[in-house]
């Protein structure tokens, strides 16, 4: 029908399927639509798997990292460190006329050196330093030493008990004949220890 004048007109058009919304079945529960602006919704969040796996790991090396520390550098309050052994218990050192056996060591420290040994053929004890020792082995001959016995006799059990500052250092057992038939042999009959004092 035609607008008469001062009158205003408005055309309705029927809805298309498109824009209507379909609503679901009577009774469904469905969520309401998300707006893409909106922030997430809120309550707990997960942690993602792998961080807490890498925070265990972490944990687990500090702990076990701090555990070996202490356990290898525990000075006082507890025991003290074992020995160190040299030398092991019921070795046998053979020496031929003239020639010798060392056992050879490096200390931050003040140290003792201990043991007992038992010998045939007659030998010296020495402690030399590791220059010592290659000026030895390079001419057959001693060129220096810091401390010795005087010959340990055959048959003799000896009790070694030996005190060293910081540094390299060496205890040598020499057969000091010169005669080729005769050789030496040097038991050890509770081992050869360092231990830190």
Known sequence: MPAEAGESSISVAPASSAETP???????????????????????????????????????????????FEMTHRTGGGSSPPPIVLVVKDSL?????????????TISRNATVNGTIDQTGGINL???????????????SLSGYEW??????????????????PGAWDVV????????SNSSSVGFLSGLYLEYT
């Open 173 to 180: 057992f020499l057969d000091p004949s010169t005669n080729p």
């Open 126 to 140: 020495y402690t030399m330093t590791p220059a010592q020792v290659f000026g030895l082995s390079k001419s057959g």
């Open 22 to 68: 379909s609503l679901p079945p009577e009774g469904a529960l469905s969520a309401p639509p998300r707006d893409a602006s909106a922030p997430p919704p809120s309550g707990p969040r997960r942690v993602p798997l792998y961080l807490v796996i890498t925070l265990a790991v972490v944990i687990v090396v500090v702990v076990a990292g701090t555990v070996a």
């Open 148 to 165: 010795t016995t005087s010959l340990v006799r055959n048959g003799t059990v000896y009790n070694i008990d030996l005190t060293f500052g």
């Open 93 to 105: 050192y053979i020496l031929p006329a003239g020639q010798f056996a060392a056992s050879e060591f």
